[in-house]
Nanobody, 124 residues
Framework: QVQLVESGGGLVQAGGSLRLSCAAS????????VGWFRQAPGEERDFVAT????????DYADSVKGRFTLTRDTTKDTVYLQMNSLKPGDTAVYYC?????????????????WGQGTQVTVSS
């Protein structure tokens, strides 16, 4: 069983930065794919970024490419989502999630474990 805890959300002005963290407990991230999703009120949960814990390979949604960067710290079992040049459209609850295989990583329904979410609000 993997437990995920997100942190680092908050209120920031447009153009600002935030760094979200996703820490794992239990069996940790070993062998897993770790994804970030976000959900705005009344919207579906959308893919943001994903990282392969073993290889460090990443992929990003087009809307965040060049602005968001996903990294991992294998000594702390933690994944970081660095968010720069934030826009009001980035406002949402951000969730990290984990799954076993690299396939279908865009689909939130394919993930087995979820954190509780952290609110990111970007003011104009």
């Amino acid at each position: 069983q993997v437990q995920l805890v997100e942190s680092g959300g908050g209120l920031v002005q447009a153009g600002g930065s935030l760094r979200l963290s996703c820490a794992a407990s239990g069996r940790a991230f070993s062998g897993n794919i770790v994804g970030w999703f976000r959900q705005a009120p009344g919207e579906e949960r959308d893919f943001v970024a994903t990282i392969n814990w073993s290889t460090g390979s990443t992929d990003y949604a087009d809307s965040v490419k060049g602005r968001f960067t996903l990294t991992r710290d294998t000594t702390k079992d933690t994944v970081y989502l660095q968010m720069n040049s934030l826009k009001p459209g980035d406002t949402a609850v951000y969730y990290c999630a984990a799954k076993r295989s690299w396939t279908n990583y865009l689909n939130p329904h394919r993930y087995d474990y979820w954190g509780q979410g952290t609110q990111v609000t970007v003011s104009s």
